[in-house]
């Protein structure tokens, strides 16, 4: 016994950066961005917190779902860094939701959803879990280098949610990791203790972007074809592709080398960038809430990210 999704939400923050905002800050374009990456804006914290963002992303899938905070029994977030060191973002929500499961965060970087999607799916399997809320949020805003024109046009806070309940949806899912800490890190930053040896250095993201987009091609094309093989299933029979919303380039390279139709990929990069773990799940309740999904339909799913780390699944939509 697996679980299906019976709800989902998202949530971003009020201010919208447009392109045209970062070009009078950093040597760039609305044209080059758009063109490179397909992101016309992103959605930036200002007023809200993480913590805002993912209580308000969970409301709205324990409401789309039909479950009370009470009936959950675990709450998974998928961050890179929630509000505090500690405790773990998903203990905070569940304090603001007045839930009273087990809670815990889970850093897959960009690939977090997916983990927590599987790690998710273990306490199914072992019979411990009949509702459970699964969210990612990042705002990687407050771990970008403003004066760096190669990443900070391309990311942008959000947070999704969805909530899982026990039935047959989860078709196919796999994780990877190839450990490498020089193409995609954050370092942790200030260090308070008076002992240690090594410098502090500034929590930004560092990126080598043409290697990240290389990897990401090849993970996209070889996660989404075994996600589909092990769930038993032909091109043929998807509905829909998720893709991580890292750039649009990167997804048309990959469906290029995937027997889909391109209009079955969900793109929503334009509007938000890329949210990090948040864009699966804001992809899905998106969807979801313009009717695209109907009963039965097999979305395939694909996110790469820092580890580097990859997930991919085949879900069926098993919501009315
Ligand atoms: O969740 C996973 C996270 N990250 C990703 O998935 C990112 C993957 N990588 C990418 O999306 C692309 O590599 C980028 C969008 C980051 C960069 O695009 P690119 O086509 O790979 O450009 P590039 O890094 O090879 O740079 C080409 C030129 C360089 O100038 P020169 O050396 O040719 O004169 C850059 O300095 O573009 C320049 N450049 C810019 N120009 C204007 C880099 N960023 C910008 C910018 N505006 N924002």
Redesign the pocket.
């Known amino acids: 016994m697996s679980f299906s999704i019976i709800g989902t939400g998202r949530c971003v923050p009020k201010y919208i950066m447009t392109n045209q905002e970062i070009s009078t800050f950093v040597?760039?374009?609305d044209e080059?961005?758009q063109q490179?990456?397909g992101i016309c804006e992103r959605h930036i914290c200002k007023e809200e917190t993480i913590t805002d963002l993912c209580v308000t992303a969970a409301k709205n899938a324990l409401e789309d779902a039909g479950v009370t905070p009470q009936e959950l029994d675990l709450i998974i977030c998928a961050t890179l860094r929630g509000e505090l060191i500690t405790p773990s973002e998903a203990c905070i929500v569940q304090k603001e939701l007045g839930a009273t499961c087990p809670a815990f965060d889970i850093n897959g970087a960009?690939s977090g959803f997916m983990y927590a999607l599987d790690v998710a799916d273990g306490f199914f399997a072992r019979n411990k879990v009949k509702n459970v809320l699964v969210i990612a949020a990042d705002n990687l805003s407050n771990i970008t280098d403003w004066t760096d024109?190669?990443t900070c046009?391309?990311f942008g806070d959000g947070s999704g949610a969805v909530v899982l309940s026990k039935g047959e949806g989860l078709r196919s899912i796999n994780l990877t990791a190839k450990g490498n800490t020089d193409v995609?890190f954050a370092p942790r930053g200030e260090n308070t203790s008076p002992f240690y040896k090594h410098p502090s250095e500034r929590p930004v993201l560092h990126?080598n972007?043409?290697e990240?987009?290389k990897f990401?091609v090849t993970s996209m094309v070889r996660g989404i074809k075994k996600a589909i093989k092990d769930a038993g299933l032909t091109p043929d029979d998807i509905d829909h592709i998720i893709p991580?919303q890292?750039?649009s380039r990167?997804i048309e390279a990959a469906a290029a080398k995937l027997p889909i139709p391109h209009e079955k990929y969900v793109f929503n990069i334009a509007h938000y960038g890329?949210t990090?773990a948040s864009c699966m799940p804001m992809a899905l309740d998106e969807a979801n809430k313009a009717g695209k999904f109907k009963k039965g339909d097999y979305i395939a799913m694909c996110a790469?990210?820092s580890g580097l780390t990859t997930g991919s699944a085949v879900i069926r939509w098993d919501k009315d």
Do not use: E, K, Q
């Open positions: 040597d760039t374009s080059w961005i490179r990456t960009c024109r190669s046009v391309l995609l990126m972007g043409p990240v987009y990401a991580h890292a750039n990167i890329n990090s790469f990210g």
